[in-house]
């Protein structure tokens, strides 16, 4: 539905959600690409679905703590996350924490 369009931000949008489950290694889906086959766009918003996701309550889960996803997100490097984003992550760790933290969405249990 998005790929067909003429705009540009829609068709950022329809590869975001093609090619955010693919894994660097190759192994996620649905087509299984493999590093700089998948667009840097969905590269980058894998990670920031895992940590968004992780990191945040839902109703049928807690968050983890951040200790937690950063272990996670080391033994994926090379993995499910290409290894540049990962350092890049680390690099301007506190910058993510801080956009984490203002855009927190507010769950009540």
Do not use: Q
């Not at 033994?75 to 855009?103: M, Q, S």
């Amino acid at each position: 539905m998005l790929k067909h369009s003429n705009r540009s931000l829609l068709k950022c949008a329809a590869t975001v959600a093609y090619e955010h489950h693919e894994k660097w290694d190759g192994t996620g889906y649905p087509r299984k690409l493999k590093g700089e086959e998948i667009h840097i766009y969905g590269r980058i918003t894998a990670m920031a679905d895992v940590f968004d996701a992780l990191g945040s309550d839902r109703c049928y889960k807690e968050a983890w703590d951040d200790e937690k996803i950063f272990n996670l997100f080391k033994e994926e490097r090379g993995k499910h996350f290409e290894p540049k984003l990962v350092d890049i992550f680390f690099e301007h760790l506190d910058e993510f924490l801080e956009i984490r933290e203002t855009l927190k969405d507010e769950y009540e249990k």
